[in-house]
Nanobody, 123 residues
Framework: VQLQASGGGLVQAGDSLRLSCAAS????????MGWFRQPPGKEREFVGGISKSSGVRHYADSVKGRFTILRDNAKNTVYLQMNSLKHEDTAVYYC?????????????????WGQGTLVTVSS
């Protein structure tokens, strides 16, 4: 599967932004999907993940209650709705897919990666 993330940009603290990740290739609905981010000068970190049928969602504590992951298997797309953005949410955001059952919070747990989209939150 090939993943294409989009929707990043420059926003102010407190604003909302929605990222999209479009998948091409086979059987999007068979992949667990995740979002990761890499702040400037830091390692890539888990943001959240969603199971194949959207029944399970898992979020990092830093975004819980502010970010929501959704997927539309008919459109081969996973979304990251980000509300109440903070300066510390500034990062390159990546979507990723894994062949498996459970949401994995580690980068090595994912088999496919999108190219990343930059989100900059001004304070």
């Amino acid at each position: 599967v090939q993943l294409q993330a989009s929707g990043g940009g420059l926003v102010q603290a407190g604003d909302s932004l929605r990222l999209s990740c479009a998948a091409s290739g086979r059987a999007f609905s068979t992949y667990v999907m995740g979002w990761f981010r890499q702040p400037p000068g830091k390692e890539r970190e888990f943001v959240g993940g969603i199971s194949k049928s959207s029944g399970v969602r898992h979020y990092a504590d830093s975004v819980k209650g502010r970010f929501t992951i959704l997927r539309d298997n008919a459109k081969n797309t996973v979304y990251l709705q980000m509300n109440s953005l903070k300066h510390e949410d500034t990062a390159v955001y990546y979507c990723a897919g894994r062949i498996g059952i459970a949401v994995d919070t580690t980068t090595r747990g994912y088999d496919y990666w999108g190219q990343g989209t930059l989100v900059t939150v001004s304070s």
